[in-house]
């Protein structure tokens, strides 16, 4: 989903359409050699427009550092416009090249639900092998910041915040388990507490997520300590782990074909359902690519 761009010749006091363009496709893509790459000009002219717009603004918009570009207090603001404003090219461009804009293109997809984000993703790609698609997994509060900062098109999220920002719709229901071996002997229970699992060594996604925030909620609530955690960054590590007699693991139920192998018994303390939807800003969710993955997703059979 691109907009037109060109070099820039001239300046004035007006807004300058190709400096928002250059502005948001740097966020977007994370630096400017990315944008450049994305809009099919040089770094170079991406980088003189970002310069325009910052001196005609008078401040900063993004501070440079080793992990790429971050927004200040002033870019965030201008952010949201400039972003809105290429969405709203690409709604034009698609409205005047009819459905053969759907042949092509490119998509953002994050989640913190790996399994029915990569369902959802190989039936996309059956009936749009030509988009380019463009995936990563997050930890919850990293994947809700991402949507809310615009920084993604659409996203699988587990009790996404409600926002009338976003298009919200519902794909799947969850709840929490152990992830067990079969030796364990723990394994052929029907339910496990939490004061079960108190003398084992548990294993729980990073900080941020929303597996270790309810978790750590409910052992608060009930007065309950785990002795011995392990931390990791994603549900295939954390099964891997398990696999390999690191611990038990503590996730939302089905997550991952990678879990095969294992068992999974609920935990009664955090016995509640989770909700997964697919949510995308309201604008970017006409966008005819966002509104055929959300279609898909939304139909898609994740039991």
């Known amino acids: 989903m691109a907009a037109t761009f060109s070099e820039e010749k001239g300046t004035n006091m007006r807004a300058n359409h190709h400096r928002f363009v250059a502005f948001a496709y740097v966020v977007r893509e994370g630096s400017f050699s990315a944008a450049a790459t994305r809009l099919c000009v040089t770094q170079s002219a991406v980088t003189q427009h970002v310069a325009k717009l910052e001196k005609q603004v008078g401040s900063p918009l993004l501070l440079r550092d080793r992990e790429g570009v971050k927004l200040t207090r002033t870019g965030r603001e201008l952010y949201d416009l400039a972003d809105r404003m290429v969405t709203l090219d690409t709604a034009i461009t698609e409205r005047l090249e009819g459905f053969e804009a759907m042949e092509r293109g490119h998509i953002?997809?994050?989640?913190?639900?790996?399994?029915?984000?990569?369902?959802?993703?190989?039936?996309?790609?059956?009936?749009?092998?030509?988009?380019?698609?463009?995936?990563?997994?997050?930890?919850?509060?990293?994947?809700?910041?991402?949507?809310?900062?615009?920084?993604?098109?659409?996203?699988?999220?587990?009790?996404?915040?409600?926002?009338?920002?976003?298009?919200?719709?519902?794909?799947?229901?969850?709840?929490?388990?152990?992830?067990?071996?079969?030796?364990?002997?723990?394994?052929?229970?029907?339910?496990?507490?939490?004061?079960?699992?108190?003398?084992?060594?548990?294993?729980?996604?990073?900080?941020?997520?929303?597996?270790?925030?309810?978790?750590?909620?409910?052992?608060?609530?009930?007065?309950?300590?785990?002795?011995?955690?392990?931390?990791?960054?994603?549900?295939?590590?954390?099964?891997?782990?398990?696999?390999?007699?690191?611990?038990?693991?503590?996730?939302?139920?089905?997550?991952?074909?990678?879990?095969?192998?294992?068992?999974?018994?609920?935990?009664?303390?955090?016995?509640?359902?989770?909700?997964?939807?697919?949510?995308?800003?309201?604008?970017?969710?006409g966008l005819r690519l966002v509104s055929a993955f959300i279609e898909i997703a939304s139909s898609s059979n994740f039991s």
Not at 122 to 142: A, C, G, K
Request: hydrophobic fraction near 40%; include cysteine.
């Open 108 to 285: 953002r997809i994050i989640a913190n639900a790996p399994l029915p984000a990569l369902r959802a993703i190989s039936q996309f790609r059956q009936t749009h092998p030509d988009v380019e698609i463009e995936f990563s997994l997050y930890d919850w509060t990293t994947a809700t910041r991402f949507l809310r900062e615009r920084r993604a098109d659409v996203g699988l999220i587990t009790d996404p915040p409600k926002s009338d920002e976003w298009e919200r719709v519902p794909v799947q229901k969850v709840h929490y388990v152990a992830y067990l071996l079969p030796s364990s002997p723990l394994s052929n229970r029907d339910g496990l507490s939490l004061r079960d699992l108190a003398q084992e060594t548990l294993i729980l996604p990073e900080n941020g997520s929303l597996t270790e925030r309810v978790v750590r909620e409910a052992l608060e609530a009930h007065g309950i300590n785990f002795q011995r955690t392990i931390k990791m960054a994603t549900f295939p590590l954390m099964c891997e782990a398990v696999l390999q007699g690191a611990g038990i693991a503590i996730f939302l139920s089905n997550s991952g074909l990678i879990s095969r192998g294992l068992v999974q018994v609920p935990v009664v303390e955090l016995s509640g359902e989770h909700e997964t939807a697919v949510v995308a800003p309201k604008d970017r969710s």
